[in-house]
């Protein structure tokens, strides 16, 4: 079975620090890989989505890729309160299809 | 002007009735989905529809059809609504693979 795994958290920092979310996922052929930011009671909003293996940067946001270590990672740069959220790691398996992990808290202390 | 947009927001109905959620997307996305996130917070792939035609079909109970009249339409019906459908449940639209927009969610309570 395909799975995304991502440590539930709480994940807690303070403002101003550089806070790290990781995921892992079994199914060595999956392609695209995506970040979303759930905020409580709300819709799932896309992030960034990365497909090759490195880095890709979008202001205080770097999602990396290591598609050998079946390992993707965000990190969010000079962190806000506002950043506190649920972040859900997902995996593009094929075809139209796309499994989620089920998502690290992030808590950003002012 | 709303990319996806989901009626209705809240539903709470008795058990065994049968309801729909309906969801319109203005992106001219070519595929569109419905999720499933329960009580935990996990998302889980229900039905996706490409272009009007059904491309993924998850194991769910027959009492849940989805329909798209049209590639900017996907409702889903729910019959004999139970207990354990009690959930939020996202329509999503996407176009390739640049990820989801997806709709604000219906909160389904079943009582």
């Known amino acids: 079975q395909k799975e995304v795994e991502q440590n539930s958290g709480p994940l807690s920092v303070p403002e101003g620090a550089i806070a790290s979310l990781n995921c892992t996922y079994s199914d060595r052929g999956s392609q695209s890989f995506f970040w979303y930011r759930q905020y409580s009671g709300k819709s799932p909003e896309l992030i960034m989505f990365i497909y090759s293996n490195g880095d890709k940067e979008d202001g205080r946001f770097t999602a990396q890729l290591n598609k050998a270590s079946q390992y993707v990672s965000l990190l969010i740069r000079d962190s806000q309160p506002s950043d506190s959220a649920t972040y859900l790691c997902?995996?593009?398996?094929?075809?139209?299809?796309?499994?989620f992990g089920a998502g690290t808290r992030l808590f950003v202390k002012a | 002007d709303t990319a996806v947009s989901q009626t209705p927001k809240y539903l709470v109905t008795q058990m065994g009735n049968d309801k729909s959620i309906k969801c319109e997307q203005n992106l001219g996305h070519d595929t569109m989905y419905w999720y499933k996130q329960d009580s935990k917070k996990f998302l889980k792939i229900m039905f996706s529809y490409n272009n009007k035609e059904l491309i993924i079909n998850e194991t769910v109970p027959n009492r849940f059809s989805p329909k798209s009249p049209d590639k900017a339409h996907l409702n889903l019906h729910i019959n004999s609504l139970e207990l354990g459908d009690s959930a939020v449940y996202f329509c999503?639209?996407?176009?390739?693979?640049?990820?989801?927009?997806f709709g604000s969610g219906t909160r389904l309570t079943v009582v």
């Open positions: 999503a639209s996407s176009q390739e693979l640049l990820g989801y927009t």
């Open positions: 997902a995996v593009g398996t094929g075809g139209f299809k796309t499994i």
